[in-house]
C-alpha cells in the first residue's frame, strides 16, 4: 500500500527481505564485481594509445587495477 505526502511523492512501504530477497542481494553484488573485475581487465589491456584518447595514463590504469573486484 502507497500513500500520499505532502509534497506528492509516493513513499514506498518498508521492505521485508526473506532468504530469496538476501540471495538475490548478494549475487547481484558478485555479479557487480565480476562485472568490474572484467572491465579492469580490459582496460589493462589497452595500449598507451588507446589509453591517452580516453584521457588516462597508464599510471591511473595501474591504480584502478590494483583494487580488489568488491571495490567500486
Do not use: C, Y
Not at 548478494?26 to 580490459?42: C, I, N, P, S, T
Amino acid at each position: 500500500m502507497r500513500s500520499k505526502t505532502w509534497s506528492g511523492f509516493q513513499q514506498q512501504p518498508a521492505r521485508r527481505f526473506g532468504v530469496d530477497g538476501v540471495m538475490a542481494v548478494f549475487l547481484r553484488g558478485v555479479a557487480e564485481g565480476f562485472r568490474r573485475a572484467r572491465q579492469r581487465r580490459d582496460l589493462a589491456a589497452l595500449s598507451d594509445h588507446n589509453l591517452r584518447d580516453i584521457g588516462l595514463t597508464r599510471s591511473d590504469v595501474e591504480g584502478e587495477i590494483g583494487k580488489p573486484f568488491w571495490r567500486a
